[in-house]
Every structure is written in structure tokens, then in C-alpha cells.
């Protein structure tokens, strides 16, 4: 039996459920060629080694890109999540981000599966074990059973804020 903690609230200042740490640490995996590109960007020429230890060949950084940039819009729809208040300058409630972020879900279990695949078709079959790391994929297949098994993140990608100037109007008589 798990513990309950009521003195932890599950909802963040606007009303909404929070983003779990562990959501934005599957959000870190899946975008890490983007982080290791800006890592490689910020570094000096002599030790751009790292980058091409972790894809030898530049078509497999560019695969690795393309895989997972549909993550991207999750981050996007994240940073769109808060409601639209005028007093205080902030949100933008779009539709689309919404429609977006409703199938966050959907889409990053697209992006762990096709990392998955990524990893193993395009490492030779026979040696995958050898030269892909045994704790990627045992990270992504952790990741993937996680964000169908969490009931919070089944709950956060459902809601969506309302505007501040909507909600006045509903209740003005």
C-alpha cells in the first residue's frame, strides 16, 4: 500500500495537475542528440571527439534528430499550459497547442519506439548488444512502460487551462 501525503498538493498555482520530474526526464532522453548538439556547440573545436563517439557517422546524428523531434512540441505545449490572464501578461491558450498536448502522450510513445528501432536496425543485428549500451535501451524501455503505467500523467495531458477572461464571463451575471 502506497503512502499518501495530503500535505503535498498534486496541483500546481494555476489549478492544474503538476508535470511530474520524471515526465521532463523522459523528455531529456528522448531530446538527447538535441542536448549532446548544443553540448558540441558549446565546446571548444578540439573536443568535439564526444560527439563523434556517441554517432560515428553523420547520418546517424541526423537520424537521431529527426527521430525525436516531435518532442520538441511537447516542450512547446508545455511552455503553453497556463491559463491566459491580461492583469498579469501571460499565456496564450492556442487549440492546437492543446490538441497537441493532449496527444503528448501518443507522440512521445512514437518517438521512444521508433528510438528503439533507430537503435537496433540501424546498429549491425548481429552486435547490437555490443555496441549499443544495455542501459539505453533498458532506459527507454523503462520510459515507455511509464508513461502508460502513471495515472498522473493519464490525468495531465487530459486538462487544459481555461482563460482568465472566460471564466469571468461565464460567471458574470
Known amino acids: 500500500m502506497s503512502k499518501v501525503y495530503p500535505e503535498l498538493p498534486l496541483l500546481d498555482l494555476d489549478g492544474l495537475y503538476r508535470v511530474p ?4 526526464l523522459l523528455l531529456c532522453l528522448v531530446l538527447r542528440p538535441f542536448l549532446l548538439w548544443i553540448v558540441a556547440l558549446l565546446m571548444p573545436q578540439q ?3 564526444v560527439m563523434s563517439f556517441l554517432y560515428p557517422y553523420r547520418e546517424d546524428f541526423f537520424r537521431a534528430i529527426a527521430l525525436s523531434w516531435p518532442a ?9 499550459r497556463v491559463p491566459f ?10 487549440h492546437w497547442w ?7 502522450r501518443t507522440l512521445l510513445t512514437l518517438v521512444l519506439l521508433a528510438d528503439l528501432a533507430n537503435l537496433y536496425w540501424f546498429e549491425l543485428h548481429d552486435q547490437f548488444i555490443r555496441f ?12 515507455l ?6 495515472p498522473i500523467v493519464g ?7 481555461e482563460d482568465k477572461a472566460a471564466t469571468a464571463q461565464k460567471t458574470a451575471p
Open 21 to 24: 520530474t520524471r515526465f521532463y
Open 47 to 49: 573536443q568535439l571527439d
Open 72 to 80: 520538441l512540441l511537447v516542450i512547446a505545449a508545455i511552455s503553453q
Open 85 to 94: 490572464d491580461p492583469k498579469k501578461s501571460r499565456g496564450r491558450a492556442k
Open 98 to 104: 492543446f490538441g497537441i498536448w493532449r496527444h503528448s
Open 132 to 143: 549499443t549500451p544495455v542501459c539505453l535501451v533498458m532506459l527507454l524501455s523503462w520510459a
Open 145 to 150: 512502460w511509464w508513461l502508460w503505467r502513471n
Open 155 to 161: 490525468m495531465m495531458v487530459q486538462e487544459w487551462p
